[in-house]
Structures are given as structure tokens and as C-alpha cells.
């Protein structure tokens, strides 16, 4: 029986007509081969919601059991793969997220850690990124908008043995070249879904994390 990758994306917000996360996302269930790949995928759409995005993740962790879980996001101002080492136990926002909310100072889990380090081999899956050709980078922060709180939201449920054996951890994508000022960095829908396929297949093959360094002064 294989083992089951659960991959997911956010819908559009900010006035974006898509998101990169999604568009990455169906891009590589598109081309997936559970055969091949060993592993079934199941991708799951996520609202931009402080609220429901968390919930709707704890429904699917419970639902599909999965051995991995890689949640994707769409990092604006940015021009490579990032596979973010930890998220932070705040929600801050700079913008209203889809339902109205914006929180300010609010913790994601109450009485939580205040901080959770990604399970996912966030150096051997950089180095799988780089050699399928796609820029990549280890970035330590995932911001304190909606992708933070599901990236904490998830390490979160998986420390505390919510779906036993899992690991999982989240990664953001550039936004697409439509989605930027001209001759702004950015990565195509197949380029980022390389990177992300990349980033699934690296953690489903590396139990112990390769010693890159990948690290910044700043």
C-alpha cells in the first residue's frame, strides 16, 4: 500500500485573479504517476481565512491520514522556491484576509509554542529544487499572514501525533509572471510546480536532512 502526500494551495485573494500556490498545485497532480512516484496524492484547495483555513487543514489530516503534507503558498516580492524553516505562533495582517478579519497580535494557537520548526528535510528538499533547474532558497520566515498561521496550524497538529508518523511543512512560490509589474522576478506555473514536485519527492525518499549549509547574515 503506498504511502499518501496531501498537497495544497490557497484560492485568489487581494484582488489576484489566481493564486500560484493552486496553479502549482494542479499543475503537478496534472503529471503525477502514484505508480511511479510511489505515493497517491490528494490536493486540497484552502481559503485565505485565518479561521477556516486551519479548521478545513485539521479536517483533511483527519480525513486523508496522509504520511506527508506540504502546504503551498504565494509570497508576493519574491522570485524563488521557499522552503520555510519555521512559522511563528502570531497572526498580524497587513490586509484584511477573505472573510473581512484582520487580525492584529493574535496568537494562531492560544497558549501555544511560539514557534514550530517544519518536519519536512527543508535542506535536501533545496537541493532537490536546485537540480530539477528551479531557483530555490531555505527561508526562516513565512510572514504572519494566512500562510504563516497554516504552516504553524500544521506543524502545530502534527507535534501534538494528530495524524501519527506525519511530517509535513509549508512552501512558498513567486507570483506568477501575469500577477507582477513587467520585467519583475518571478516563476512561470511550470516552474514553480517543478519546484514543488521537487520539494514532495525529496521528503517522501529523506528521513534525515542533508547538511547544506543555506543559511543568511541578515
Known amino acids: 500500500m503506498s504511502a499518501t502526500v496531501l498537497l495544497t494551495g490557497f484560492e485568489p ?42 479548521r478545513r487543514l485539521a479536517e483533511l489530516l483527519a480525513e486523508v491520514r496522509p504520511a506527508l503534507v506540504v502546504c503551498g503558498g504565494e509570497a508576493g516580492g519574491r522570485s524563488a ?12 495582517a497587513r490586509i484584511p484576509d477573505e472573510d473581512g478579519e ?6 494562531v494557537v492560544a497558549g501555544g509554542a511560539v ?3 517544519s518536519s519536512l528535510p527543508v535542506k535536501a528538499c533545496l537541493a532537490a529544487v536546485l537540480e530539477a533547474g528551479v531557483p530555490g532558497e531555505v527561508s526562516n520566515t513565512a510572514g504572519t499572514y ?6 504553524y496550524a500544521l506543524a502545530d497538529q502534527l507535534a501534538a501525533g494528530r495524524v ?3 511530517r509535513g511543512g509549508f512552501v512558498h512560490v513567486p507570483r506568477l ?15 514553480a510546480a517543478a519546484g514543488l514536485a521537487a520539494v514532495v519527492r525529496a521528503a517522501l ?3 534525515r536532512d542533508a547538511p547544506l549549509a543555506a543559511g543568511t547574515l541578515a
Open 81 to 92: 522556491v521557499g522552503l520555510e524553516r519555521v512559522a511563528v505562533n502570531v497572526q498580524d
Open 115 to 117: 514557534a514550530h520548526l
Open 205 to 207: 525518499r529523506t528521513t
Open 102 to 107: 484582520q487580525p492584529v497580535d493574535v496568537p
Open 164 to 166: 501519527p508518523g506525519a
Open 177 to 191: 509572471p501575469e500577477q507582477v509589474p513587467a520585467g519583475s522576478a518571478s516563476l512561470d506555473v511550470d516552474g
Open 13 to 54: 485573494f487581494d484582488g489576484q485573479p489566481v493564486n500560484a500556490s493552486w496553479a502549482a498545485v494542479r499543475a503537478v497532480a496534472g503529471a503525477w504517476d502514484e505508480a511511479a512516484e510511489g505515493a497517491a496524492l490528494v490536493t486540497a484547495l484552502l481559503p485565505v481565512s485565518f479561521t477556516r483555513a486551519p
Open 146 to 151: 494566512v500562510c504563516n498561521t497554516v504552516a
